[in-house]
């Protein structure tokens, strides 16, 4: 068992798909862009400014980054998660780790606001030590989890980050950390073949 877990939240702790379909579609009609594929191309998880890119790769501009998060952030920080569920037995065996000595945080880069609110509607700040966010130092996961790393003074040996896309093994692998990849969230099998090793139940983590 490791010493300390980074769990990812969007298709790792939660199946949040729905919730954020729904939010970027109404800030991309706040801001009129339209893209007619957008349900096949759209991933949640990314960052909105690395997603936008990808959606609008000759409109794209830092301006309309800041313009879609901040309308982003009025449709789905305020809707109540409606559609986003946990995924079952994912924070029943966070609480094992927990009771064992582990320490557990989340480690994400949804937006602050949305996030902290989705965390006390599920009560993962009850349980988690910490949740850490992108935004909270504009950072992307890469450099966000070596600042974990160095406030919480964690060896990357005795830590892994657990979650469901080539982003989240990255970041792993870029700080040392293992990278274990779960089966149940957005990742592809491409995807899924970058993590040091996938698992299909929580109780495997």
Request: aromatic letters at 10%; a negative charge.
């Amino acid at each position: 068992m490791k010493k300390a877990y980074f769990f990812d939240l969007d298709g790792t702790l939660a199946d949040t798909d729905r919730d954020i379909r729904e939010a970027w579609k109404a800030a991309m009609a706040d801001l009129g862009l339209e893209c007619a594929d957008f349900d096949e191309r759209f991933v949640a998880g990314p960052p909105i400014d690395v997603m936008l890119q990808q959606l609008f790769p000759g409109e794209y501009t830092p301006e309309l980054a800041s313009r879609m998060r901040e309308a982003f952030g009025r449709h789905y920080d305020h809707d109540g998660f409606p559609n986003t569920r946990e995924y079952p037995g994912v924070l029943a065996k966070v609480r094992e780790l927990k009771l064992r000595g582990a320490r557990v945080f989340i480690a994400t880069n949804k937006r602050h606001a949305g996030a902290s609110i989705m965390a006390r509607k599920f009560g993962w700040d009850e349980v988690f030590e910490k949740l850490y966010t992108g935004d909270m130092y504009r950072v992307k996961k890469p450099e966000l989890l070596s600042i974990i790393l160095k406030e919480q003074r964690l060896d990357p040996a005795d830590c892994a980050m657990v979650g469901d896309t080539a982003n989240d093994f990255a970041a792993a692998k870029a700080n040392g950390l293992e990278a274990v990849g779960v089966t149940w969230g957005y990742g592809t099998p491409e995807e899924l073949q970058t993590a040091t090793r996938t698992i299909e139940r929580p109780e495997e983590i």
